[in-house]
């Protein structure tokens, strides 16, 4: 099953993906995250029977907008790790974003002149939390996971590095696009990219991932309860322009593209202003 965000008349909504071209509105949601807050949330979307949405031209909003939190985990591709002269890890590195940072698949990003200088691409693949977690066995953590979607981690890389903590350069306002689909049956072994402008960057397959979701729902469970409607971010892959060499960033007007087969794209033009 697929499900969205879609901006409409009068606000927003949660929709069933029925097919590339239509959609079905599951009454009752404003957007994904009302609707993960209700236990029986897939069952209420199987069985929606709202109005039919022409997806041709639709306005897709982060597909979970309001994420009570947003748990990032860095350095978590093999390829990634060691294009950056790093030993792989034995514990996930976690930091946070924001839901301000968040901004639909298809948006234009707006930078502030000033954060500008060093910006980054990060294909990414998220989850989503479908009901609370604490203390959850990595062997169980599989029934925890409503579904994954894509995500581009857009980093300042002058502002990541001025400390050692990260967040800052991860927060930006709306200058991660989130989308278009959360997919309840994805599986990893697919295909993850970044196109900058058209020109791949980033190529790997998501099973690089040193700390696959399952492992993490266990590992951040046991620190803080997972809530339905959170998000996991699961590192990206080895290709970033921070570390090639010549350093490479994205410029103003230059469009990055993120997809991960099997789950669907995010397109976002980015304006300096």
């Known amino acids: ?17 029925d097919s590339v071209d239509t959609a079905t509105v599951i009454p009752g949601y404003t957007d994904l995250s009302a609707l ?19 997806l041709a031209g639709a ?5 979970v907008p309001r ?7 860095g350095l978590n591709y093999a390829t990634h790790i060691k294009e950056m002269g790093r030993e792989l890890p034995q514990h996930p590195t976690l930091f ?22 060093q910006l980054d691409w990060e294909a990414e693949l998220a989850f989503v939390i479908g009901k ?13 996971i409503a579904g994954y979607s894509v995500i581009n981690d857009y980093t300042m890389r002058d502002f990541q590095y001025r400390t050692l903590q990260w967040d800052q350069g991860k927060n930006f306002e709306k200058t991660s696009g989130f989308g278009p689909h959360l997919v309840t049956d994805y599986t990893l072994g697919t295909t993850i990219e970044a196109r900058l402008d058209g020109e791949v960057v980033q190529h ?3 099973d690089d991932l040193v700390f696959t979701p399952e492992a993490l729902v266990d590992y951040i469970s046991h620190i803080v309860t997972l809530q339905p409607g959170d998000v996991v971010i ?14 490479r960033y994205v410029g103003d007007g230059q469009t990055v593209e993120i997809n991960i087969e099997g789950i669907g794209s995010v397109k976002n033009k980015t304006i300096v202003k």
């Open 96 to 117: 946070a974003k924001f839901a301000d940072a968040l901004t639909g698949p298809y948006d234009d990003v707006i930078v502030p002149e000033y954060a500008a200088r």
């Open 36 to 54: 993960l807050a209700d236990t029986d949330w897939r069952l209420i979307a199987e069985r929606a029977a709202g109005d039919e949405v022409d």
């Open 204 to 206: 790997a397959s998501t």
């Open 234 to 247: 699961t590192g990206t892959t080895g290709g970033v322009g921070h570390a090639r060499k010549p350093a």
């Open 59 to 63: 306005d897709y909003a982060p597909v």
């Open 132 to 144: 609370p977690a604490y203390q959850v066995p990595e062997a169980q953590a599989a029934d925890y």
């Open 1 to 17: 099953m697929r499900l969205a965000t879609l901006r409409m008349a009068g606000g927003t909504a949660a929709v069933r993906v």
């Open 67 to 73: 994420p009570g939190k947003i748990v990032c985990v």
